[in-house]
């Protein structure tokens, strides 16, 4: 079964620069969530997106920004990047259409700031 | 808002022994509750879910856990565990209610390494 998949898997940036991260979703969900994971910690809800509009927001910095494309992928955009955005970024999706959904998160995106 | 709890950041346990992994949490509103597992540079993958109903719910690889709305717990058990089953596991909480995109918007506690020993 086709699961939520994200690219690039690792990445590495130096400090002050730019990264975007991508995730497309399970085929037919229309809600997308993204969560940073830092280094021995629990995952963090950073925002969500539900047909293309922001849903839901957590403690996102306003550095980052995220968007839901028409064919349903998201993007998280993260501008002059610090040392302490490196982290591991999950994003997730769901369908809202069925009785006892869920999400399923994809692999994640390991994210080094050097 | 909700937060999430788990009393033990680390389980050892012997290869056949039962296990249980503590969680508590704390909510002004009704939850939904999940246990997530993560294996060593893997995403989340989901072990069970109490949505409604049965306060008891069996999820994959023999776990299983019980929701108690008195005490604001949601222990995960199995009755004898692996090798293959460590990893870290995750407690979650999720707004019910909120609508769909609810599932997906959790708050997680800070997670227990179970280690398993032959």
């Known amino acids: 079964a086709a699961g939520v998949i994200q690219s690039p898997r690792h990445l590495i940036k130096e400090k002050r620069e730019t990264a975007t991260l991508k995730c497309y979703p399970i085929?037919?969900?229309?809600?997308v969530y993204w969560y940073q994971q830092g280094p021995g910690q629990d995952p963090q809800f950073l925002i969500s997106?539900?047909?293309?509009?922001?849903?839901d927001k957590g403690s996102i910095p306003d550095r980052f920004s995220a968007q839901q494309f028409s064919d349903y992928h998201s993007e998280l955009n993260m501008s002059s990047l610090e040392l302490g955005d490196s982290a591991l970024y999950f994003c997730?999706?769901?369908?809202?259409?069925?009785?006892?959904?869920?999400?399923?998160f994809g692999q994640g995106t390991r994210l080094t700031v050097v | 808002a909700q937060s999430v709890t788990q009393l033990d950041s680390q389980v050892p346990v012997f290869e056949e022994a039962p296990v249980e992994l503590r969680c508590n949490y704390s909510s002004s509103v009704s939850v939904y509750l999940f246990w997530y597992v993560q294996y060593p540079n893997q995403g989340l993958q989901l072990l069970l879910k109490?949505?409604?109903?049965?306060?008891l719910v069996k999820g994959i690889n023999g776990f299983e856990a019980e929701f108690n709305k008195s005490q604001t717990s949601f222990h995960l058990r199995k009755p004898s565990v692996h090798i293959s089953d460590t990893a870290e596991y995750f407690c979650a909480v999720s707004g019910a209610g909120a609508g769909g995109t609810s599932y997906g918007k959790l708050t997680f506690g800070q997670g227990t390494i179970l280690t398993v020993h032959p």
């Open positions: 997730a999706s769901s369908w809202t259409g069925g009785a006892n959904t869920e999400a399923f």
């Open positions: 085929p037919r969900h229309d809600t």
């Open positions: 997106f539900y047909e293309k509009m922001q849903s």
């Open positions: 109490y949505l409604s109903g049965s306060t």
